[in-house]
């Protein structure tokens, strides 16, 4: 079997290098695609800084891969040769499990993830289950669908598994990598739409995204304000908030549900909670349905990501532009590497 060139780090916060990797002969039930654009996500940065703890090295970064199929396991359903499709944050699940056969596959106790144990996409190729291979709707821009595949599903998901109607009113905070779609999301889905912010500047960005209003999170002023108002908040931030005035926030049988991730306790009043029915969750990245589902929404709706793109070659900068936050809002490799 021929190497697959792949940009790798040797240890945690090193620098990707060039690498390559015999893959072995394709599993009966995987697809080999190669890649031709790959998003870079926040979680690829945690995972080379090893800042969860379990990154295994060399460790190969990229997990929203967009690109045609090279080559078909024996038991690969549904999907061709030459067709293009998109890899996100899982690469595999058992199909088996209570989960998978209830369509929750992103919950399987056996799930595989792309750049977990294995080797991501920032490669020439690389391989999933079929089931992971999501088909690019036409409609979609393949340059921009990479982030689509991590950050859209991430902030979409929410929507179908806590039954969020056009007739809700949603708060989104944060307008970064995930708030900026999940913006598009929301108002697209019929809701009446704010976003909370700390960057007032943003405020006419965030509007022409899909806000209807937009509330600046350094007012304690217009937090106060807000009290009793959201029928589902979605915060997609990784930093300590104001928690119990985003709970007050919401109305009686509210919903939060939290995407970014903060590794700060979030001190929250059991009374906050009871005394209007509200509640506070966690959601990942969906399953293969719920993915197929956002692509479709996002082609009929024209939602895409902001990008900027670099040449795969130059991942390094890249990294550098997304930990100095500076990227605005998702950054996508363009694949150049030999």
């Known amino acids: 079997m021929s190497q697959i060139p792949v940009l790798a780090a040797k240890s945690a916060k090193g620098r990707l290098e060039p690498f390559s990797y015999d893959p072995g002969p394709l599993g009966d039930d995987q697809v080999e695609i190669s890649v031709e654009y790959c998003g870079l996500c926040h979680s690829d940065l945690t995972m080379l800084n090893n800042d969860i703890g379990f990154s295994q090295y060399p460790l ?16 690969a359903k549904f999907l061709k040769v030459g067709q293009t499709v998109g890899l996100g944050w899982n690469a595999g699940s058992c199909l088996h499990c209570a989960q998978c056969l209830t369509g929750n596959h992103n919950l399987c106790s056996t799930l595989e993830m792309t750049i977990v144990g294995r080797y991501g996409a920032f ?10 291979a999501s088909p690019i709707p036409d409609g ?29 009113r949603v708060g ?52 106060a304000k807000a009290a009793g108002s959201f029928d589902f908040i ?16 919401l109305a009686p049988k ?6 970014g991730i ?30 197929n ?37 998702r950054i996508v490799l363009k694949q150049d590497l030999n």
């Open 140 to 168: 979609i821009e393949i340059p921009k669908a990479g982030p689509l595949l991590c950050g859209g599903i991430t902030v979409f998901n929410p929507l179908l598994q806590f039954g969020i109607l056009p007739t809700h």
């Open 293 to 329: 589902q956002m692509l479709n929404f996002c082609a009929r709706h024209n939602i895409l990501p902001v990008t900027e793109e670099f040449p795969m070659t130059h991942a390094n900068e890249a990294l550098e532009h997304l930990e100095a936050g500076k990227a605005r809002y």
């Open 60 to 75: 190969v970064p990229g997990h929203e891969a967009i690109g045609k199929i090279t080559a078909l396991g024996s038991n």
């Open 234 to 249: 979605l915060s997609t931030v990784n930093a300590k908030l104001d928690w119990p005035a985003y709970v007050r926030a």
């Open 262 to 291: 903060s590794t700060d306790p979030m001190p929250i009043s059991a009374l906050d909670l009871l005394i209007a029915q509200r509640s506070v969750s966690g959601s990942p990245v969906g399953p293969p349905s719920v993915v």
């Open 172 to 223: 989104i905070v944060g307008i970064g990598g995930l708030g900026h779609l999940a913006l598009q999301f929301a108002n697209k889905w019929g809701c009446e739409v704010t976003a909370f912010t700390s960057s007032a500047n943003k405020a006419d960005e965030a509007k022409s995204m899909g806000a209807h209003h937009v509330i600046d999170t350094h007012s304690e002023e217009a937090l």
């Open 254 to 259: 509210g919903k939060m549900n939290v995407v």
């Open 123 to 132: 490669a020439t190729k690389v391989r999933c289950h079929w089931v992971w």
